[in-house]
């Protein structure tokens, strides 16, 4: 066919586009595409707005906040990554994407995926030893130790991130080309191979592993630690004093990693049709990063105290407007 083009010889095929099929036979359908644009201009508005907060603002250039600042960009390349060019695809119905485009589509959604994870993991580190040590939480949590936890995880995100959709090179695809997905997906596609895709299978099971289930249980363990340090406290009032900084954390987890865990144990023990299915993938990718900065610009202290009244604003900044720099404690 005009879509297939043979590579090396005629036992290897590699196609020169890919069709993706999601969103078929869905009524009303163009309205949910609307929800979607809203929900990225959004999304562009709520986390460029965190970073203006975190950059302008000096007493929130902690290593906490940088974390955040770090959530918040993986957030905002994630969403440029998927929504754009799902609505140019489907809106506009151009379904066909080239090979090429359709690997760099799943890179930079697989990689920020892994970022944010990653990022919460941290978070959960920078909570653990804020109620576990506090006495040691400045010399522990520092610039220096949360840039390298950080620039660690965006190198070895971006390395495996690299090998999984360098794999896909090896696959021949010598008869459809139909991806039944929103986007250029790993499973999907590696199912439409004809030659042995055990090499993908098991990269995909790692990838899996490393970016869901292995933070998840990071994170358990975490607030288990967080719980016995807690259940040390003899005051009511102060554990729940404590706990009350680990609620943003605690909800951006529920946020990102409940949808994905339920949808896929959903989708391993019982039959969801595939347009129900499509649907709740995509609104899992897009919905979180369109919640998270809203929990730490109404959840978080500092990020409420950086917007008080104006008459407050440093002489030296003017141009801030709304923002202000007040001095604020280094609680969650």
Same mark, same amino acid.
């Given at each position: 066919t005009e879509e297939v083009m043979n590579a090396s010889n005629?036992?290897?095929?590699?196609p020169e586009k890919f069709y993706l099929s999601g969103f078929s036979n869905i009524p009303h359908v163009k309205y949910f595409y609307v929800f979607?644009?809203?929900?990225?201009i959004m999304t562009v508005l709520g986390n460029g707005f965190l970073l203006?907060? @975190?950059?302008?603002?000096?007493? $929130?250039?902690?290593?906490?906040?940088? @974390?955040?600042?770090?959530?918040? $960009?993986a957030d905002l390349c994630g969403s440029t990554a998927l929504i754009p060019k799902l609505l140019d695809t489907f809106l506009f119905d151009r379904r066909y994407i080239v090979y090429e485009a359709c690997l760099s589509y799943m890179f930079f959604v697989f990689f920020f995926g892994g970022v944010q994870s990653w990022t919460l993991v941290t978070m959960a580190y920078d909570r653990l030893i804020a109620i576990c040590f506090p006495l040691r939480y400045h010399s522990i949590v520092?610039?220096?130790?949360?840039?390298s936890m950080l620039l660690f995880i965006w190198l070895v995100t971006l390395s495996l991130t690299t090998l999984v959709v360098g794999l896909i090179n090896r696959l021949s695809f010598c008869d459809s080309v139909v991806v039944k997905s929103f986007f250029c997906d790993h499973g999907p596609i590696y199912r439409l191979a004809c030659n042995d895709p055990s090499l993908n299978i098991i990269m995909a099971n790692v990838v899996v592993s490393i970016g869901v289930f292995i933070p998840l249980i990071f994170i358990a363990c975490t607030y288990v630690c967080i719980s016995i340090a807690l259940s040390k406290i003899a005051s009511g009032e102060e554990r729940l004093k404590a706990l009350k900084t680990c609620t943003s954390h605690l909800i951006l987890v529920a946020i990102l990693f409940l949808p994905f865990v339920v949808t896929n144990i959903a989708v391993w023990t019982s039959y969801i049709h595939p347009n129900a299915r499509i649907i709740n993938s995509t609104l899992t990718h897009t919905i979180p990063a369109l919640?998270?900065?809203?929990?730490?610009?109404?959840?978080t202290e500092e990020v409420m105290n950086a917007l008080c009244k104006r008459n407050n604003v440093s002489n030296t900044q003017p141009w801030l407007g709304f923002l202000i720099v007040c001095h604020s404690t280094d609680r969650w």
């Open positions: 005629s036992t290897f095929v590699r979607l644009c809203f929900v990225y203006s907060v @975190i950059w302008l603002v000096k007493t $929130l250039h902690t290593p906490k906040y940088m @974390i955040v600042f770090n959530m918040a $960009l520092t610039k220096t130790s949360i840039t919640i998270n900065p809203i929990v730490y610009a109404l959840k």
